[in-house]
């Protein structure tokens, strides 16, 4: 099976169909709670969310090598983490977001040169820096931005023209200055703006390459 070729001890018979089960079961829960959540009712999405999420766990930790258990648990927390905040819980919605986050830099680890996961992991670091602007936590800022900086680096080197990209670009770099400027420093503070500026003046001589 696709799935459980990554797996180093080559699981077969009984195990395969204990495992095809629980995958099984788990992705129906999942489902169970987007048809709850587009119907309205977030507490009733909540649970069933939470049960795909107990089983998605128990899977990853027992196939550690398998990508797609790592996979739909990330979007597990992902999920929970979009209700919980719909839901006003803002701290404990957060706290799932950066589950998801985890996820992601695992899977980046494993294929660090797959541009698609290096996306995923730098959109979503950017994403929860401005979480934790909610808390007002600058140095878990500076951290974040500084390691999503990088990747959205690279990936606006593979591809120079895409304007999401040159925008994530722009954008965290004058996150950083704002933030570096705070802390006193200045000399890289004056860096980032720079950086930010350079993109920031592509899109406002190029209107039509501003992201839709």
Same mark, same amino acid.
Do not use: C
């Given at each position: 099976?696709?799935?459980?070729?990554?797996?180093?001890?080559?699981?077969?018979?009984?195990?395969?169909?204990?495992?095809?089960?629980?995958?099984?079961?788990?992705?129906?829960?999942?489902?169970?709670?987007?048809?709850?959540?587009?119907?309205?009712?977030?507490?009733?999405?909540?649970?069933?969310?939470?049960?795909a999420l107990r089983i998605r766990e128990s899977l990853?930790?027992?196939?550690?090598?398998?990508?797609?258990?790592?996979?739909?648990?990330?979007?597990?927390?992902?999920?929970?983490?979009?209700?919980?905040?719909?839901?006003?819980?803002?701290?404990?919605?957060?706290?799932?977001?950066?589950?998801?986050?985890?996820?992601?830099r695992r899977l980046y680890?494993?294929? %660090?040169?797959? &541009?698609?996961?290096?996306? +995923? *992991?730098?959109?979503? $670091?950017?994403? =929860?820096?401005?979480?934790?602007?909610? @808390?007002?936590?600058?140095?878990?800022?500076?951290?974040?931005?500084?390691?999503?900086?990088?990747?959205?680096?690279?990936?606006?080197?593979?591809?120079?023209?895409? %304007?999401?990209? &040159?925008?994530?670009?722009? +954008? *965290?770099?004058?996150? $950083?200055?704002? =933030?570096?400027?705070?802390?006193?420093? @200045?000399?890289?503070?004056?860096?980032?703006?720079?950086?930010?500026?350079?993109?920031?003046?592509?899109?406002?001589?190029?209107?039509?390459?501003?992201?839709?």
């Open positions: 099976m696709q799935l459980l070729k990554e797996h180093e001890s080559g699981s077969a018979g009984e195990e395969k169909d204990d495992y095809d089960h629980e995958h099984q079961h788990a992705a129906t829960w999942f489902n169970l709670g987007v048809v709850a959540q587009r119907s309205g009712d977030l507490h009733e999405a909540l649970e069933h969310h939470k049960r990853s930790q027992r196939y550690p090598t398998v990508s797609e258990f790592q996979k739909v648990l990330g979007h597990s927390h992902l999920a929970i983490s979009d209700l919980l905040m719909r839901r006003n819980e803002f701290r404990s919605g957060v706290e799932s977001y950066r589950k998801w986050v985890e996820v992601n680890a494993k294929q %660090p040169d797959h &541009l698609p996961q290096k996306m +995923e *992991l730098a959109s979503s $670091l950017h994403q =929860l820096g401005h979480f934790e602007e909610g @808390f007002g936590n600058n140095k878990a800022m500076i951290s974040i931005f500084e390691e999503a900086l990088p990747l959205a680096v690279e990936i606006q080197r593979s591809i120079p023209n895409d %304007p999401i990209w &040159l925008r994530h670009r722009a +954008e *965290l770099s004058e996150h $950083l200055g704002n =933030l570096y400027f705070k802390d006193d420093r @200045f000399v890289e503070a004056l860096e980032q703006f720079e950086q930010a500026f350079a993109g920031l003046e592509y899109f406002a001589t190029q209107p039509e390459a501003n992201p839709k």
